[in-house]
């Protein structure tokens, strides 16, 4: 449990934190940062495949990873009995993923990640062989190989004893994939170019259509809903590349987040919006402490009376109420009135979570409590 002073801090910090996300919010943004267009996307690749030269820290004899080693060298040439079993503790079988860029051409590098699915302790030092990186259509996009770059360390004793920093069974290879098939974009095909908003509202839609008509003309640009908007573009993709440029450059203010609250219930950090409002309401907030002592006393007989020394337990038990007083809250409240009223009648900062909880449930609270 945080202290009492810990959730003060914790809720000046979520205070501040949330001011200065709406200040930004507040200000002009751009296009490109407020949207995405409709059907520029990436991609999941996924693949499976070999790391080799481990020092030790394989997967040893594990079935899965003998299996994978003998195809590999089938494929390769070499054949290995069904009936000899391969040790392959500088071996691990592993999981690849990569993220395809919007407009990826063949030839272009990518980043990949490589995650152990066998019992290998640790990748550091190995290499991946040559292994397929295939989309959601099972199709290959990307061919994966080289040194992997492992962050984590772990080092064991003989007696058992082990220590372990970050994850070394989760490696990386930069630039370690190569694209192999070019994506197709709808970019070109059709001539009205969608900008769907990150945070759908029917304000700054309302706003980006008028920015766009402004700039460029009326009727250029329309809403569809409150995530999309509709632009014409020329025809031609080279003016349509310079078009869309132009479009990601304009800058607007986006609308302001609704009236929320929200809380943390495992860190008792508590983040209050500008626009929350409260009805009138009286609120009267006490704790009810009891408090338990267990008391161990001795019964000892009497001489010559042939009783037992026994243990008696005995337990104290305390009740104590304290005594808060009752406030008010006034409609159309600020925020710092009801911080100032919550710390006029004693009540700690995490009791504020109850307090609000209880407003939302007499229908006093003008704003979404969100409990994460």
């Known amino acids: ?214 700039t460029v003309g009326s009727g250029t640009a329309y809403a569809k809903d409150a995530g999309s908007v509709v632009v014409n573009s020329p025809e031609d993709t080279s003016q349509r590349v310079a078009f869309i440029s132009l479009l990601e450059n304009l800058t607007l203010k986006a609308a302001e987040a609704p009236a929320r609250i929200i809380i943390n219930s495992r860190t008792g950090t508590v983040v209050i919006g500008k626009h929350v409002q409260v009805l009138p309401a009286a609120v009267s907030h006490g704790n009810l402490i009891v408090t338990i002592t267990p008391n161990v006393q001795v019964s000892q007989p009497a001489g010559l009376s042939e009783g037992q020394t026994v243990v008696v337990p005995n337990t104290d038990i305390q009740l104590r109420q304290e005594n808060n007083r009752m406030f008010k809250l006034d409609p159309g409240i600020s925020l710092d009135q009801i911080v100032k009223a919550v710390n006029e009648v004693g009540a700690a900062p995490g009791d504020l979570v109850a307090i609000l909880e209880a407003l939302k449930e007499a229908g006093a609270l003008q704003a979404e409590l969100i409990v994460i």
Do not use: C, W
């Not at 990186?133 to 984590?152: E, K, T």
């Open 1 to 214: 449990m945080l202290s009492g002073k810990d959730l003060t801090f914790t809720i000046i910090a979520g205070l501040l934190l949330f001011f200065s996300l709406s200040f930004t919010t507040a200000s002009a943004e751009r296009v490109k940062d407020l949207t995405k267009i409709a059907g520029v996307r990436t991609n999941q690749l996924v693949g499976y495949g070999l790391v080799v030269g481990l020092n030790g820290t394989g997967d040893g004899s594990g079935e899965a990873t003998v299996q994978s080693l003998k195809n590999m060298l089938s494929k390769l040439g070499v054949n290995i009995p069904p009936d000899v079993t391969l040790q392959a503790k500088n071996v691990a079988v592993v999981a690849l993923h990569a993220e395809l860029p919007a407009f990826a051409r063949a030839g272009m590098k990518l980043d990949i990640t490589l995650s152990s699915l066998g019992s290998s302790k640790s990748l550091r030092g190995g290499s991946l062989l040559m292994t397929p990186l295939r989309g959601a259509d099972n199709n290959i996009y990307a061919i994966a190989q080289g040194s992997v770059i492992v962050s984590g360390f772990g080092a064991e004793g003989g007696d058992g004893s082990r220590i372990t920093v970050n994850v070394p069974s989760v490696g990386r290879i930069l630039n370690g994939a190569t694209v192999e098939k070019d994506i197709f974009t709808p970019f070109g095909l059709n001539r009205e170019v969608v900008l769907n908003l990150n945070q759908p509202d029917f304000t700054t839609a309302n706003r980006l259509v008028k920015v766009i008509n402004n």
